[in-house]
């Protein structure tokens, strides 16, 4: 419905009356001003029509008393959409600000000759409000009859569903509360909070969502009574009652709501705090219904109908998530909250490539309190940023001191949280720490889990890109930890996928893990990914995890994670695991993630004359320098057939190449040299002393530019007699 309009000689007319009058329209639930007679100008003390225009389709009840503003504003609307007729008495304040007026107005609707519905409401001046009692006769009834009506309508009971209001209520609570304790019983709060609401009224409309709550409001009210239940604002619920049948009644409730409802239905969630008040107590009736609050919220994850109680457990908990919030700051300032590194060992060389900074919090009063404890709490108080840009300040001076100290610095990562990308530019953020500090983007790793680049994939998609543009490497974090998506993988590009831990700890239930962290690996690998995986805490777990290609390992097996002094310490007697020189990563990231259970990498791929040869093969990665020759990485497969096969294997430190066996050089280390040096594949029949003739592939996959050694994958083919 558009807008009406007035001829410009009707309009002149009226809006040039002395009588204080205005004339509405309620076009798209909105009530929109159309006439403005100089009366009314007058009466609130406008000077300018265009203002007051203004104010009246804005902000209508800005100068009206607050205790008067909901009442009146909830009679107009019901004027609007119901009919009937207006007839409301407010306080208000003319538009200059001075002191309240007494208004009475009067308004009825007419319908125009074109059909469209319109108001018109008169305002009477009933004089000037005071809130004491000098007033006349006439004043000080007006006065009773505002209080009245505001009382009613506004104070104390919920215009939408007739439930007392939560002011009321929390009278009516306190007396009930006594009531039930009086009489034996023990007194029960209920907060319930409709699951889907906002989803509802976007799909079926704000008048059906009305309507839901006035039918859930009837049901309560038919099991609890309507002086017992509250409506606290939107689609929450208070309840008061005795305690005893109180799952009965709402399991009841549920099956009820379900029935009626049917496809406009929404699952109930009820938070239950049973109050053991005595007699001689005060009855704390809000932090009741906190309590109740707080359970309820315990659900917020719930989309069926579902009750939970609040307990010590709960209180407990909600008692840490204070302490955590209040002292968060005050822990960074006082350096209650440390941070620790655990190494990432290279597969290949046994040295620590990368560190993992986490954030431990030692706290004076409680001691060591789980992360599992307050990085979730942080998060939900949106201060997790702070606490990560925390940790990127401790690694920016840890790795001043390792320069300082004359150790070779590697990649530190840090995790992010999906809110630090909401409450600030956390890219721009770490981007200026790591400039202003004069160091290089690539030694510093971010490490994002899965899970928060599913809730905005556009969004995060641009913040790993944006990382990666500046330099910056990105690590998926806790790979397999949930119902893992491999269209993140394809669509999204990170330098290194993390393995969540379980895989290792399912390893030793069954075969399973095996065969999934293989073929993980495998694909990995193929996608020009590195890996890690956490949790590896056995020498089965090492040499496991090196046979299928896995890069990267992190867990208690190497070290627990320590701080930066404890660190220091252990280079310093000798006894660290040793870092890596940055300048030979890029060589050991190759033949770290070769997988030894997958001819392709040595035949070159396409290769279909392979075919006829077994597919279980044994595989070696073997290292030369000028003079001697070592293995690296050896398969299972490998490992049998060398101690089935050869009288003397290479070990895995390096051996000078006339130690040898003769028959060795010829037929094995030499085609092998020949491959290291000119990087040519080499097919290789060696003759054992047995009369067993092996054949073997060679190629070479890698070049040390420190070390100027060499590396050759070597797969045995086929063993055949002579």
Same mark, same amino acid.
């Given at each position: 419905?558009?807008?009406?309009?007035?001829?410009?000689?009707?309009?002149?007319?009226?809006?040039?009356?002395?009588?204080?009058?205005?004339?509405?329209?309620?076009?798209?639930?909105?009530?929109?001003?159309?006439?403005?007679?100089? &009366?009314?100008?007058?009466? @609130?003390?406008?000077?300018?029509?265009?203002?007051?225009?203004?104010?009246?389709?804005?902000?209508?009840?800005?100068?009206?008393?607050?205790?008067?503003?909901?009442?009146?504003?909830?009679?107009?609307?019901?004027?609007? /959409?119901?009919?009937?007729?207006?007839?409301?008495?407010?306080?208000?304040?003319?538009?200059?600000?001075?002191?309240?007026?007494?208004?009475?107005?009067?308004?009825?609707?007419?319908?125009?000759?074109?059909?469209?519905?319109?108001?018109?409401?008169?305002?009477?001046?009933?004089?000037?409000?005071?809130?004491?009692?000098?007033?006349?006769?006439? /004043?000080?009834?007006?006065?009773?009859?505002?209080?009245?009506?505001?009382?009613?309508?506004?104070?104390?009971?919920?215009?939408?569903?007739?439930?007392?209001?939560? %002011?009321? @209520?929390?009278?009516?609570?306190?007396?009930?509360?006594?009531?039930?304790?009086?009489?034996?019983?023990?007194?029960?709060?209920?907060?319930?909070?409709?699951?889907?609401?906002?989803?509802?009224?976007?799909?079926?409309?704000?008048?059906?969502?009305?309507?839901?709550?006035?039918?859930?409001?009837?049901?309560?009210?038919?099991?609890?009574?309507?002086?017992?239940?509250?409506? @606290?604002?939107?689609?929450?619920?208070?309840?008061?009652?005795?305690?005893?049948?109180?799952?009965?009644?709402?399991?009841?409730?549920?099956?009820?709501?379900?029935?009626?409802?049917?496809?406009?239905?929404?699952?109930?969630?009820?938070?239950?705090?049973?109050?053991?008040?005595?007699?001689?107590?005060?009855?704390?009736?809000?932090?009741?219904?906190?309590?109740?609050?707080?359970?309820?919220?315990?659900?917020?994850?719930?989309?069926?109908?579902? #009750?939970?109680?609040?307990?010590?457990?709960?209180?407990?908990?909600?008692?840490?998530?204070?302490?955590?919030?209040?002292?968060?700051?005050?822990?960074?300032?006082?350096?209650?909250?440390?941070?620790?590194?655990?190494?990432?060992?290279?597969? !290949?060389?046994?040295?620590?490539?990368?560190?993992?900074?986490?954030?431990?919090?030692?706290?004076?009063?409680? *001691?060591?309190?789980?992360?599992?404890?307050?990085?979730? %709490?942080?998060?939900?108080?949106?201060?997790?940023?702070?606490?990560?840009?925390?940790?990127?300040?401790?690694?920016?001076?840890?790795?001043?001191?390792?320069?300082?100290?004359?150790?070779?610095?590697?990649?530190?990562?840090?995790?992010?949280?999906?809110?630090?990308?909401?409450?600030?530019?956390?890219?721009?953020?770490?981007?200026? +720490?790591?400039?202003?500090?004069?160091?290089?983007?690539?030694?510093?790793?971010?490490?994002?889990?899965?899970? #928060?680049?599913?809730?905005?994939?556009?969004?995060?998609?641009?913040?790993?890109?944006?990382?990666? +543009?500046? &330099?910056?490497?990105?690590?998926?974090?806790?790979?397999?930890? *949930?119902?893992?998506?491999?269209?993140?993988?394809?669509?999204?590009?990170?330098?290194?996928?993390?393995?969540?831990?379980?895989?290792?700890?399912?390893?030793?239930?069954?075969?399973?893990?095996? !065969?999934?962290?293989?073929?993980?690996?495998?694909?990995? /690998?193929?996608?020009?990914? =590195?890996?890690?995986?956490? *949790?590896?805490?056995?020498?089965?777990?090492?040499?496991?995890?090196?046979?299928? *290609?896995?890069?990267?390992?992190?867990?208690?097996?190497?070290?627990?994670?320590?701080?930066?002094?404890?660190?220091?310490?252990?280079?310093?007697?000798?006894?660290?695991?040793?870092?890596?020189?940055?300048?030979?990563?890029?060589?050991?990231? #190759?033949? &770290?993630?070769?997988?030894?259970?997958?001819?392709?990498?040595?035949?070159?791929?396409?290769?279909?004359?392979?075919?006829?040869?077994? %597919?279980?093969?044994?595989?070696?990665?073997?290292?030369?320098?000028?003079?001697?020759?070592?293995?690296?990485?050896?398969?299972?497969?490998?490992?049998?057939?060398?101690?089935?096969?050869?009288?003397?294997?290479? &070990?895995? =430190?390096? =051996?000078?190449?006339?130690?040898?066996?003769?028959?060795?050089?010829?037929? @094995?280390?030499?085609?092998?040299?020949?491959?290291?040096?000119?990087?040519?594949?080499?097919? !290789?029949?060696?003759?054992?002393?047995?009369?067993?003739?092996?054949? %073997?592939?060679?190629?070479?996959?890698?070049?040390?530019?420190?070390?100027?050694?060499?590396?050759?994958? !070597?797969?045995?083919?086929?063993?055949?007699?002579?």
């Amino acid at each position: 419905m558009g807008r009406y309009e007035f001829s410009s000689k009707n309009r002149e007319l009226m809006e040039n009356s002395l009588v204080p009058f205005a004339i509405y329209q309620f076009i798209d639930k909105r009530v929109v001003t159309l006439i403005l007679s100089a &009366g009314f100008l007058k009466l @609130f003390n406008y000077s300018d029509r265009d203002q007051a225009y203004y104010d009246m389709d804005h902000d209508m009840y800005k100068d009206a008393d607050p205790e008067d503003a909901a009442r009146i504003a909830d009679a107009a609307l019901r004027f609007a /959409t119901e009919g009937g007729r207006y007839d409301v008495i407010y306080r208000t304040r003319r538009s200059d600000g001075g002191e309240y007026t007494i208004v009475h107005a009067i308004g009825e609707h007419f319908v125009t000759d074109s059909g469209v519905r319109l108001a018109q409401v008169w305002y009477m001046d009933e004089g000037s409000y005071s809130g004491d009692n000098s007033t006349g006769e006439l /004043t000080a009834s007006l006065k009773k009859a505002i209080r009245r009506e505001s009382m009613i309508k506004a104070s104390y009971y919920d215009h939408l569903t007739g439930l007392p209001s939560m %002011t009321y @209520f929390l009278e009516l609570a306190d007396a009930g509360c006594k009531k039930i304790v009086d009489e034996g019983g023990c007194p029960a709060f209920l907060f319930l909070d409709l699951t889907g609401m906002k989803n509802f009224n976007h799909k079926h409309g704000f008048s059906e969502g009305d309507n839901l709550l006035r039918s859930f409001s009837r049901l309560l009210i038919r099991h609890f009574s309507n002086e017992n239940c509250s409506r @606290f604002g939107q689609d929450h619920f208070a309840i008061f009652t005795d305690e005893s049948g109180i799952d009965d009644k709402l399991h009841e409730i549920f099956r009820e709501w379900q029935s009626t409802g049917k496809s406009k239905s929404l699952p109930v969630r009820v938070g239950v705090y049973v109050a053991n008040f005595d007699k001689s107590s005060n009855f704390d009736i809000s932090t009741a219904c906190d309590n109740a609050k707080t359970a309820c919220d315990t659900l917020r994850n719930s989309y069926v109908s579902s #009750i939970s109680y609040y307990n010590k457990e709960l209180a407990d908990n909600l008692d840490r998530k204070d302490y955590i919030i209040s002292n968060f700051e005050r822990a960074l300032s006082e350096k209650w909250i440390n941070v620790y590194y655990q190494p990432i060992v290279r597969a !290949v060389n046994g040295k620590v490539c990368d560190e993992e900074a986490l954030a431990r919090w030692i706290d004076p009063v409680r *001691g060591f309190m789980s992360p599992a404890d307050f990085i979730p %709490t942080l998060e939900e108080a949106h201060l997790i940023y702070k606490l990560d840009l925390y940790v990127v300040d401790q690694i920016i001076e840890k790795l001043k001191i390792i320069e300082k100290e004359g150790l070779h610095k590697v990649p530190q990562s840090v995790n992010l949280s999906r809110t630090d990308f909401d409450e600030c530019d956390i890219v721009s953020e770490i981007c200026t +720490r790591m400039d202003n500090a004069g160091l290089d983007h690539s030694l510093l790793t971010i490490e994002i889990t899965e899970s #928060i680049v599913g809730t905005d994939f556009e969004f995060m998609k641009k913040q790993v890109d944006r990382f990666r +543009r500046l &330099g910056f490497k990105v690590w998926m974090d806790d790979f397999g930890s *949930g119902y893992s998506s491999l269209d993140v993988l394809q669509d999204l590009e990170f330098d290194l996928i993390k393995f969540d831990m379980r895989f290792l700890k399912q390893m030793d239930k069954g075969n399973n893990s095996r !065969v999934i962290l293989t073929e993980l690996m495998r694909m990995a /690998t193929n996608l020009g990914l =590195e890996t890690v995986c956490e *949790g590896v805490e056995t020498v089965e777990h090492v040499n496991f995890l090196r046979d299928v *290609g896995c890069s990267k390992l992190q867990g208690y097996y190497f070290t627990k994670p320590i701080p930066l002094d404890q660190i220091l310490y252990r280079y310093r007697t000798g006894i660290q695991i040793g870092f890596e020189d940055p300048e030979e990563s890029d060589y050991y990231d #190759i033949l &770290g993630k070769l997988n030894l259970y997958d001819l392709d990498w040595v035949a070159g791929g396409g290769n279909t004359d392979l075919d006829k040869y077994f %597919t279980t093969l044994p595989m070696v990665i073997m290292e030369l320098n000028d003079t001697a020759v070592r293995i690296v990485r050896s398969n299972p497969s490998y490992r049998d057939f060398a101690g089935r096969m050869l009288v003397r294997n290479i &070990g895995e =430190e390096f =051996e000078e190449f006339d130690t040898i066996p003769e028959h060795r050089r010829e037929s @094995f280390l030499s085609p092998m040299i020949q491959c290291a040096i000119h990087g040519i594949g080499q097919l !290789v029949d060696e003759r054992l002393p047995n009369g067993m003739v092996v054949r %073997t592939i060679m190629r070479r996959i890698a070049v040390n530019p420190v070390r100027k050694t060499a590396s050759v994958a !070597v797969a045995v083919l086929s063993v055949t007699n002579s």
